[in-house]
Structures are given as C-alpha cells and as structure tokens.
C-alpha cells in the first residue's frame, strides 16, 4: 500500500454564507503517514477532516488524494446498527459495496481479532461497554482495507484507561498496515503518541499555526512517560495555548 | 422467579379496578332501579354469556377474521404507503394530508358505499376495519423513517448507498419501534372498524358475526346480548393488542430500550 | 401562573363548549313535551320508519288541523332503520312512539315502561317479497331454500318462521332501507310491508309476488301508537283526546288520502305520487276490520295480545317470568272515564 497525498489549496468552508469554519488554508500532509490535526473546541478541524474525505464540499480552493484510495471513517460515536450484532455491523461496510455474505463475515472476523474482540462477534451493541463498541466501530473503518483512515476524534468518549490502550492499539496497527491516516483531536498527549507530525490549529476559523515533527519510533506504552514525550507536549501545549489567547484578544 | 412476579404485579392492579367497577355497575342499577333495556346488571350480561356462549365465541370468531384481515391489510399498506411518503418527499408534502382524511371520514356514513361496492359479507368489513386503521401504521412508519439517526443516516450517505436499499437495511428496522406503536393504536381501531362494518354489511341468522348480533339483539330489546357482545369484541380488541406488542417484544427484545 | 394571551383564549372557548355541551345535554333530558299555560300541548311522537302512507293517519290528523283542533302541536320525528322507537318512547325521550306489538311485549319484559293506545294495523302487513318469476311457490318454499333474504335479523317474525319451517339453509343480510340489493339479484328476498316496497317495486318495473307472513298464524297488531307510563299514569284524559284525534285523522285519510300523499311525497323524496296513490289503496285491508267497524280505527282486543304474548313466550323471546310481570300492555283509552277500559 503506497502512501496517499494529500494536498489542500486555498481550501476554505463557510456554512450558510455566514458562519467561516476554514479559513483559505494551504497544506500538504505527509503521504503513508499519521497527520493529528489538533485545535480547540469546535475550530473547524472535523470540517476539515470531512473536507478531506469527501464528505463535505469545500466552499472555496481545491483538495488533492492521490492516489484515489479507499477511506475508512470512524467517528466520536460508534454508529453502530443497533439491532445487528457485531460482526454483521463491521461487515456493513463490505455488504454495502454488493461483496458476498461469507466474504464479509471473514474480513470482519479478521477485523475483529485485530481489535481484540474476536469473542465478541455475536454480541449486539447494547451488550457492550464504550470501549468495545469503539473497538468495534475502529474495526468496521479497517474492514475495507481502506487506504486513507479519518479519524474524528474517536476515543473523546472513553476513559483515560481504555483510550491509553486504544491509542496503543490504532498507533500500532496503521504502522503495521501502513494506513495513511488523519486524525482529529483535541487531546494533546493523544495526538503527540499517535501522530507522526501534529499540525496545531487556531480557533474558529481555523488556520495553522504550527506544525510538529514527531520523531518517536515504536509507540508503546512506556513512551508517555518518557522526558521527552512531556516535553514535545508542553510545547505544543504553550502554541495551542497561545493561539488560543490570540483568538481572545 | 422476577418474570413470574412481574406478570402478576402488572396484573392484579387493573384486575382489581374492574371488579370494583363491576360491583359499582350492579349497585348503581339496583339502587336507582335501572330497568333492563337501559342498562341491565353485570351479572345479566355473564348469564347471558354463558347462555350463548356458542352463538358469541361463533361470532367473534367471524369478526375476529375480518379484524385480523383488516388489520394485517392496514399494517402492510401502512408500512408500504409510509414508506412510499418517505422516499418521495414530493409526495409526502402532497399526500400525506389527504391520508388524514382516511381517518376524518366517518366510517358510519361510509360503510353502506362499502357493502355496494365490495359486497355483502367478510369483504366490506375487512375493507371498513383496514379504513379505519390505516392511518396510525402510516403515520408510525413516516414518523420512523423521518427520525432516523443522523450519523448512522450520514455514514450510508458517504458510502453512496441508494435511497431504496437505505430504507431497507437502515430506515426500516429503525422503525419498527414506531411503527409497533402505530399497530398498537390501529389494533383497536380495526375491532371498531369492523363492527361497524358489520352493523351495515354482514350476514345475520346463523352467520351473524358480532356487530350483526348487536342489531339484532337492539331490535330485541336484549339489552343484556348487546352487552355480552360488546364484551367479547373488547376481548378481540385486548387480545389483538396484547399480540402486537408480544410481536414488538420479540421483535425489538435484544436491542431496544422499549422492549427491555 | 399568568397564562399568555394565546391560553387565556382557549381556555375561553373551552369553557364556552363545555357550557353549550352542558345546556343541550340538560335539555335531552327534560321530556319532550312542555305545557304552556293556555297554548296548545306539545306533543313528540317518533314513527319507526321514513315517512309512508303506512303512517298517513298521523300525517293526516296533522296536516287536516285534527291535531290542531283536539288542542295538541304535535312534532311527528321521523324515523328509519336503526331508530330505537320503542327504548325512545319507554324512556320518556319522547311522548309516544309507533312500534311494532312484540317489539312493545319485549320492551316490557325488559322494564321498559309504555303502553300501546291504538293499532294502526289490525293486520300486519310483514311480508316477504321475491321476484314474480322466482321458483318460489310459497312462503314455506322460500322458507326451506338456500336463499338470501334481505331483512332485519332480530324481528320476530323471522324467529316464527324459524320455528314453523326449516330455515337452516337460509343466509340473512341486513335490511337499512335500500331496495338496491334486492333489484340487484344480491338477494332473492327481502322483508316488507304488504302496503308499501311492492307498490314502489312495481312502479318503477319490477313484478313481485308477496308472502303475507300473517297468513302462517302469526298476526300481531302493528303500527301500534305506545305512550309512556308516565305520561298515561299523570294525564289519561290528554292520552284519550289524543288517541282519539290518531283515530279522527285515519278516517280523514282513508276517505280522502291523495292530498295527505302529497304531504308524504315532499318528507320523502324517494317516494313518487303514484307509488303513494297504489299504496294507500291497499291500506283499508289490514287498517280495517270487524273490530273496528264496531269499535272504531285502532281498537286493540284482549284475545290478539294474550295470543301474541304466548307466540313471544314459545318462541323464547320472552320467559315465563317475564310474562308475569308484563302488567298492562294496552288500553283502549276512551274521554270521559276516569280511568280507561
């Protein structure tokens, strides 16, 4: 799987002629790797995100994904079929596409055991925790071998204890499966241990304000508490800060 | 062991409030000397139950297949009709208010044009109990089609699905709440609606169902066989009810909040 | 809490419905009549049927200023297929009302509460009709078929027949008025007066051929004017001066019906003249009688009713008990004695 390009000119969104949730922005994002779009609340960088994905249209500029590749989306909420059990909701999206039963139920089956609920397969929504259901949800977005993973904040739900472990999980499955993926957080430490670069954004509308390298190999546990870990992230911390006082004045 | 207790405690309360409504019945009669025609005792109207037990359980059993007929006719042309609203909006915004008028017309007045036109007998009742019970199913289907969830909406929207396999695999099963209530209501609608149908439209003699025995017991002056029947279409109506949501229960057990 | 405008004005208009649904409902409940100091008598009497020359004595006395002239505003209340005459009259909604004899027998078996005070038919004229070239040769033959008979399921003679012949392969469907069914072939059969769906048949083309089902032996009174208990009990001497006008107008209308028709024709349209005109020309036959050349029009006896009594009793319309506490079904009321016959 090569990695995908993506390239935003002059990309700008303003809903009903008067809200602006994107300013004119320029950006490159880095091909077959983790990009963290991180801002305050409510910025615009889901907006951004669905821009990407093809969900929303941009009011303004271009977007470029090449090669054309296949997206998976996982949101804040699971979505998930209530009334259809595991394995058939992480399969929806191979169904969808018209594939064959057994072929839908293997590659979700697979999916499955890659988030460590192959037991789970015949349970329905409600028999599950949080963290389960958004396990499950990360698996349907892998289901269709997709090219380019958007994540919008998927974890912002959970407690800090099963969001630790699901970062874990995700950071280490894209790298294993070389998935290009863009996320959207507004967790600090979420973004620094999952992303490869962080690109910090402003308030409403949203612009960049700078962009962070991260240089962290392996990401394991063990890494958040590591002197450097604390310190890329009070970096961060002081320019998301920052940019968000200026906003204020 | 719950379960069991459950039953009972949701029972014995209503159960209790009739007897005390049946005794209240037979003092009110006996202390203001209500004379027979008007209004005769509880305990009149069970002698004459079961005196023409036959002849009653006979008869609900013929109103009760043009009430299941009528109901299982509304309950498909109410999913279908809704749905049809739904995925046309065009439709909707047109047709939707006319569907009111199903439910506006008195079926009274209606039911002779009934009989003219299906013919004497199970047809015009099946047809009167569908009239009447149409609306409820397709307002519950509309209302749960117009209701689904956004996010759920919006992933089948980005993986282009068509409108026609999105009702089908998202829309409908997220109404089968809605629509159970619609069902709940027509249930008892289609009881109404078919007696009615028959005061006009059905077989008397041997093959009187239940409303035909109520004309005819008015004609009587057995005011007691009046009752006795009304008492068995209320059963109808209750047992109907009481299987739409055992269907909604098993439908909707596993997964919603309803049922649980 | 201060309610907005909006509230304020439905609340209003509730309240103004509420008292309006109060006021009419204690008004259904007064009776029907009101006596004005020196002005005529009100007086309500529902007929158990749309308007027909079988009701032309009553029109009659109405139209021809009988009523008028004995003291009495009488509203004639029309009725039709599901009107109850016989609970209306018993329960004191209106003064009096026409019913059919049993229907008077059953309603007092069941407390009801009125008395019949004249007969407008000494002969019932309950008959069934079928097409002149049906197969059927008798009454007993139709009886005995697989036909369908257009009629209202609960009248007795239905049970009568029944109980004389073997009715099991009949199929019965509801009667409301409409003759369409029957024209149409839906049913081979159907109730009707010997006076009136004939003659209308024939005039608009179809031929029939009429069973009198009084000729099998059972022949109550019909027509038969009742009046409540309460009414009688207060006001004998009014019942009688009213009996007496009923009996007044249906001398007026045998000599002379054609004008009263005419009357009948505007209260129901569906009724041509000359259905109206053939009709009334064969009322004499079941108005009149020996009993009533001696007696005058709507004289009721002794031996009619007791007979009609044990048929209802056979039957199982009424029990034995019932027949106990039937009291006083009829009166022939007369002016001039305190308390009649």
Redesign the interface.
């Known amino acids: 799987m090569t990695g995908v390009e993506i390239e935003l000119r002059g990309v700008a969104k303003t809903f009903d002629r008067s809200v602006e949730a994107v300013a004119p922005m320029d950006l490159a994002l880095r091909a077959g790797g983790v990009t963290a779009l991180l801002g305050p609340t409510g910025c615009g960088k889901s907006t951004l995100l669905r821009m990407i994905?093809?969900?929303e249209a941009p009011t303004g500029g271009s977007i470029d994904v090449r090669p054309k590749p296949r997206i998976g989306?996982c949101?804040q909420?699971p979505?998930l079929?209530?009334?259809r059990n595991v394995l058939r909701n992480v399969g929806l999206?191979l169904e969808?596409?018209g594939r064959p039963r057994d072929v839908c139920h293997r590659e979700a089956r697979r999916r499955l055991e890659m988030v460590g609920l192959g037991d789970a397969t015949e349970l329905?929504?409600?028999a599950l925790s949080g963290g389960m259901r958004m396990r499950a949800a990360v698996a349907r977005s892998l289901v269709a071998d997709p090219d380019l993973l958007l994540l919008d904040e998927p974890f912002g739900a959970l407690d800090e204890v099963t969001r630790f472990r699901l970062d874990e999980e995700v950071a280490n499955l894209v790298r294993e499966k070389a998935i290009t993926v863009v996320l959207v957080t507004h967790s600090i430490s979420e973004a620094v241990f999952l992303a490869d670069e962080v690109v910090v954004l402003s308030p409403r509308p949203a612009r960049i304000i700078e962009r962070y390298d991260i240089p962290f190999g392996e990401r394991v546990a063990s890494l958040r508490g590591t002197e450097a870990f604390a310190r890329l992230q009070a970096d961060i911390y002081d320019c998301l800060r920052g940019g968000m006082t200026e906003g204020e004045s | 062991m719950s379960r069991r207790t459950g039953v009972f405690a949701a029972v014995w309360p209503p159960l209790l409030v009739v007897l005390i409504l049946l005794v209240l019945w037979e003092l009110m009669v006996v202390l203001f000397s209500i004379p027979e025609y008007l209004l005769p005792t509880p305990r009149a109207v069970g002698r004459t139950m079961i005196e023409q037990w036959p002849r009653l359980i006979a008869a609900t059993g013929r109103t009760a297949t043009a009430t299941l007929a009528g109901f299982g006719a509304s309950a498909v042309l109410g999913v279908v009709a809704g749905s049809l609203l739904s995925l046309v909006p065009l439709a909707r915004r047109g047709v939707y208010p006319l569907t009111l008028l199903l439910q506006m017309v008195p079926l009274v007045a209606i039911a002779p044009m009934l009989v003219i036109w299906f013919g004497i007998g199970l047809p015009s009742v099946i047809v009167a109990a569908c009239i009447v019970s149409v609306f409820p199913v397709i307002a519950g289907t509309l209302d749960g089609l117009q209701s689904v969830d956004a996010g759920l909406a919006e992933m089948f929207r980005i993986q282009r699905v068509g409108r026609i396999r999105t009702w089908w695999k998202l829309g409908l099963p997220w109404s089968i709440p809605s629509v159970i209530t619609g069902l709940r209501i027509a249930a008892g609608l289609a009881v109404i609606g078919a007696i009615v149908g028959e005061f006009v439209g059905a077989y008397g003699g041997d093959r009187a169902p239940l409303g035909a025995i109520i004309t005819s017991a008015l004609k009587q002056n057995q005011t007691a066989t009046v009752f006795a029947a009304i008492g068995m279409a209320s059963a109808l109506g209750f047992l109907l009810f009481g299987l739409v949501n055992l269907g909604g229960w098993l439908l909707l057990r596993r997964w919603h909040a309803s049922a649980q | 809490m201060h309610l907005k405008r909006p509230d304020r004005n439905r609340r209003a208009a509730c309240l103004s419905w509420v008292a309006l649904l109060a006021t009419a409902l204690v008004g259904c409940g007064e009776s029907g009549s009101s006596s004005e100091a020196n002005g005529p008598r009100r007086i309500t009497v529902q007929l158990n049927w749309f308007p027909e020359p079988e009701f032309g004595g009553f029109y009659a006395a109405k139209e021809r200023g009988i009523f008028e002239r004995a003291g009495f505003d009488v509203e004639l209340i029309k009725g039709g297929a599901e009107v109850p005459a016989p609970q209306l009259v018993a329960s004191g909604n209106v003064d009096f009302a026409v019913v059919s004899a049993p229907q008077l027998v059953t309603i007092r078996a069941r407390g009801g509460t009125a008395t019949g005070v004249f007969a407008s038919f000494q002969v019932s004229p309950r008959s069934l009709l079928v097409k002149r070239d049906s197969p059927y040769e008798s009454l007993q033959a139709l009886w005995e078929s697989d036909a369908t008979i257009m009629a209202q399921d609960g009248l007795v003679f239905i049970r009568w027949l029944n109980s004389i012949y073997d009715g099991s392969k009949l199929s019965f469907i509801p009667y409301a008025g409409s003759t369409a069914l029957f024209v149409d072939g839906k049913a081979e059969s159907m109730q009707c007066f010997a006076t009136a769906e004939p003659v209308q048949l024939e005039v608009d083309g179809l031929m029939t051929r009429v069973f009198v089902v009084g000729e099998t032996g059972y022949n109550p009174y019909d027509g038969v004017l009742a009046v409540n208990d309460g009414l009688l009990a207060a006001e004998p001497e009014m019942v009688a001066r009213f009996v007496e006008a009923v009996r007044a107008g249906w001398d007026s209308y045998l000599t002379d019906p054609d004008p009263i028709n005419d009357v009948i024709a505007k209260l129901n349209p569906d009724l041509k003249s000359n259905v109206l005109r053939l009709a009334a020309a064969k009322l004499p036959s079941f108005v009149r009688s020996a009993n009533t050349a001696d007696h005058g029009l709507g004289w009721m006896s002794d031996e009619r009713w007791s007979e009609l009594v044990t048929q209802l009793e056979t039957l199982g319309e009424i029990t034995s008990d019932d027949v106990a506490g039937l009291g006083r079904i009829f009166v022939n009321p007369k002016t001039g004695t305190p308390a009649a016959e």
């Open positions: 994905g093809g969900v989306f949101f909420e979505r079929l209530p009334w999206p969808l596409d329905l929504p409600a």
